[in-house]
T-cell receptor
Framework: NAGVMQNPRHLVRRRGQEARLRCSPM?????VYWYRQLPEEGLKFMVY????????ESGMPKERFSAEFPKEGPSILRIQQVVRGDSAAYFC???????????????FGPGTRLTVL | AQSVTQPDIHITVSEGASLELRCNYS??????LFWYVQSPGQGLQLLLK??????LVQGIKGFEAEFKRSQSSFNLRKPSVHWSDAAEYFC?????????????FGTGTKLQVIP
């Protein structure tokens, strides 16, 4: 049973280019969360998605960042016109539907490390 | 909204010595608490978690943590540190909010182990 998959593991972009980060949740999981870890900081919540729906994007920068989780295929975090300040590790987590439970554990992927030159 | 404080940014211990990493949380109801470890350039590995029940939780690699509601703390301990334990440790609190869970992380504690 494969865990959460993220690719690429490392991504280098020049300023102004676009970055696309992919996340495949664990089998059976339909909820995806994206987190960003800036250098020397903890992980910060960005966005929570279910299949074809953005549920909470309160942690997403208002411009240049977008996320999707289509019916088929992985979740995508897209950063347009990247700047040096976007250099960070981006982690994806997935969980199964709540199903009436009080809490459902999130399982984390290995992360994508984005470097903007 | 929940929050997590890890007051120690860096800690240095000698190999074989005991370790305690501090974590304080803020949340109105019963929290779900986690400790993760991250080696440089790597992802997060779950060490242990507290959902309910026994307040002393055993994890992997010989780590344990104790939930103290009265102190809003969830400190991580290990009786004898190994050089391979050098890494960054994150405390996190999960809470149900608006029909799903949100996880909030502390800023981390970097552990250095000296011979």
């Amino acid at each position: 049973n494969a865990g959460v998959m993220q690719n690429p593991r490392h991504l280098v972009r020049r300023r102004g280019q676009e970055a696309r980060l992919r996340c495949s949740p664990m089998k059976g999981h339909s909820h995806v969360y994206w987190y960003r870890q800036l250098p020397e900081e903890g992980l910060k919540f960005m966005v929570y998605l279910q299949k074809e729906n953005i549920i909470d994007e309160s942690g997403m920068p208002k411009e240049r960042f977008s996320a999707e989780f289509p019916k088929e295929g992985p979740s995508i975090l897209r950063i347009q016109q990247v700047v040096r300040g976007d250099s960070a590790a981006y982690f994806c987590a997935s969980s199964s539907p709540m199903g009436g439970r009080e809490y459902n554990e999130q399982f984390f992927g290995p992360g994508t490390r984005l470097t903007v030159l | 909204a929940q929050s997590v404080t890890q007051p120690d940014i860096h800690i240095t211990v000698s190999e074989g010595a005991s370790l305690e990493l501090r974590c304080n949380y803020s949340y109105g109801a019963t929290p779900y608490l986690f400790w993760y470890v991250q080696s440089p350039g790597q992802g997060l590995q779950l060490l242990l978690k507290y959902f309910s029940g026994d307040t002393l939780v055993q994890g992997i690699k010989g780590f344990e943590a104790e939930f103290k509601r009265s102190q809003s703390s969830f400190n991580l301990r290990k009786p004898s540190v190994h050089w391979s334990d050098a890494a960054e440790y994150f405390c996190a609190v999960g809470a149900r909010s608006g029909g799903y869970q949100k996880v909030t992380f502390g800023t981390g504690t970097k552990l250095q182990v000296i011979p």
